[in-house]
């Protein structure tokens, strides 16, 4: 004869299933901290540095060097510095477009 469980009873599953959860919401939440420090480390780099920054991790990832477990980390970070990298880029493009034709002077060195 199969014994119901009433609602206060936990099975095994049902303790595996919120351990899990635990595990998912706890490196999720490590995750999000990761992304805000790196956002935060990238503001402070000029284009050039975030984008040596860039080519390195690319450098690693395809040498092999990063173990299975970090490439996530490691594709994150990249991610992050390509942002900023872009962001950098937006805005000198939008000050490029806002410069007035009659401003412009021709450059009297040649």
Not at 28 to 42: G, H, I, V
Not at 84 to 105: F, I, M, P, R, W
Request: hydrophobic letters at 30%; charged letters at 25%; aromatic letters at 4%.
């Amino acid at each position: 004869m199969i014994k119901a469980t009433s609602s206060s009873e936990k099975t095994p599953r049902d303790s595996g299933s919120k351990q899990q959860k635990h595990a998912i919401n706890t490196a999720q939440s490590t995750l999000d901290s990761m992304l805000k420090e790196w956002r935060q480390d990238a503001k402070s780099l000029s284009y050039e540095e975030s984008l040596q920054a860039l080519d390195l991790l690319l450098t690693q990832l395809q040498n092999d060097s990063v173990p299975v477990e970090e490439l996530q980390r490691h594709y994150l970070q990249g991610k992050v510095y390509l942002e900023h990298c872009e962001a950098l880029l937006n805005t000198v493009e939008q000050s490029v477009l806002q410069l007035d034709a009659s401003n412009l002077k021709p450059n009297s060195d040649t």
